[in-house]
């Protein structure tokens, strides 16, 4: 419905347009004929309370969307704890692909918080261990299982962020966080720390961190610093520069870790390499808790504080500039904690790259393209796609020490990827 304005100069008509016809308008089609007045030469313009009812809308529709991906993630977190893996053997009164029943695992999480709060108020007696045993199963093996669904859940926030981060600096829809070279930092860590120690590898925790995680840092900082100086001084950052010396320098270090691993290393070492740098097992200790922690948050912190500014990368150099935005340390600082991310994804989960590819495109076509909203839908459907690769990951069993989780992501998302961009029509927003 139309309502006229009491202009008396012939100022333009206010129009009680759809949340369906603002989606039209941003796609550059046309409105249906009852949402159109008068002919083109008379402009449609929207009052302040019709722009604020339209917000209103989009926020709800946004806050529904993230109510449902909330629920779905949580039903699949608790079904999650269900199945051990290949890695159930290492868990306590467990064995290899053991499946506790979600009554059994709902049991568990009773009584961990009864003795819980037992322990702590006094007011009860805790049950004892030999009465857990006996009539819990899974009591000490479901907390095991919890901890590999949270690192999992960490690492999809932080591969779908970087890929995000990527593709808005590029505006491209395949750029990927690899680009700087830091994943080959972590294969040469993985590499020498086989190399090195051979069979008592998996078991040095710390000193598997500090490999991977330095290899990478000092890969970054050197693209970094080289970047700076072939770009000339007093020139602005030169981003192509930088990505040029990354790609050059990962697949030097490609071939390096290929050579060294397939030549050099026993049939022994190289099966203890694969399974690390496949992630096979997924490494639950507090070291890693702590790595991961720390590299999520120097890398999350920035892009979340400067949310808003980032929606910045969509404009040319000359429109930032009449904006007061600078456009070289938004793409710097993307660039950046997106390598970050990456990093300390493959670190922890292995080589799952296609997540950071696919997720950034759905967060677009489902949650909008405004930056923060594409930062939430990011975050919903990253947990979920990844941790239900995860768990088909851990329910199919395979000799030896399973299946990598990055053939899995493969297998299930690729397909997805090219239904979504055969359907998509919009293309590149």
């Not at 059994?104 to 857990?132: D, G, R």
């Amino acid at each position: 419905m139309a309502s006229s304005s009491n202009g008396k100069k012939g100022l333009a008509v206010g129009l009680q347009y759809s949340a369906a016809d603002i989606a039209r308008l941003r796609n550059g089609q046309e409105l249906p004929a009852q949402a159109r007045h008068g002919n083109g030469a008379v402009r449609h313009l929207l009052t302040l309370k019709q722009t604020n009812a339209l917000y209103r809308a989009e926020s709800d529709a946004t806050a529904k969307r993230v109510a449902v991906c909330v629920v779905v993630l949580l039903v699949l977190v608790f079904f999650s704890l269900c199945p051990m893996g290949a890695a159930g053997e290492y868990y306590p009164y467990a064995s290899r692909y053991a499946f506790y029943t979600p009554w059994e695992v709902a049991q568990c999480l009773y009584m961990h918080a009864y003795n819980a709060i037992a322990e702590s108020t006094h007011l009860f007696e805790p049950h004892s261990k030999t009465w857990l045993l006996a009539n819990v199963p899974g009591y000490w093996a479901i907390p095991h299982r919890a901890g590999v669904v949270g690192i999992t859940l960490v690492c999809a926030v932080l591969l779908a962020t970087a890929g995000m981060l990527y593709q808005n600096v590029f505006k491209n829809p395949i750029a990927g966080p690899g680009m700087l070279g830091v994943g080959s930092g972590v294969s040469l860590g993985m590499m020498l720390l086989v190399y090195l120690n051979g069979a008592a590898a998996p078991a040095m925790i710390t000193q598997r961190y500090l490999y991977c995680y330095g290899f990478g840092a000092a890969i970054l900082i050197f693209v970094i610093i080289a970047g700076r100086k072939l770009s000339g001084k007093g020139k602005p950052f030169d981003i192509v520069t930088m990505l040029l010396i990354g790609s050059i320098l990962s697949q030097l270090l490609g071939f390096i870790v290929s050579y060294v691993t397939l030549f050099v290393m026993s049939e022994e070492d190289y099966l203890t390499f694969y399974n690390l740098s496949q992630m096979l097992t997924v490494d639950t200790s507090l070291v890693s808790w702590m790595s991961l922690g720390f590299a999520a948050t120097i890398s999350l912190l920035p892009i979340y504080l400067l949310r808003y500014k980032m929606n910045g990368l969509a404009l040319d150099d000359v429109e930032a500039r009449l904006m007061g935005l600078s456009l070289t340390k938004l793409r710097g600082i993307s660039l950046v904690c997106g390598a970050i991310m990456i990093l300390a994804a493959q670190v922890h989960t292995g080589m799952v790259g296609l997540v950071s590819l696919l997720v950034p495109f759905l967060s677009r076509s489902t949650f909008g393209c405004e930056f923060s909203k594409q930062f939430t839908g990011n975050v919903c459907l990253g947990t979920i796609l990844l941790l239900i690769c995860r768990d088909i990951t851990d329910m199919i069993p395979f000799v030896g020490e399973g299946i990598a989780i990055s053939s899995v992501v493969s297998v299930v998302l690729m397909p997805l990827f090219v239904l979504v961009m055969a359907k998509s029509l919009r293309g590149w927003e």
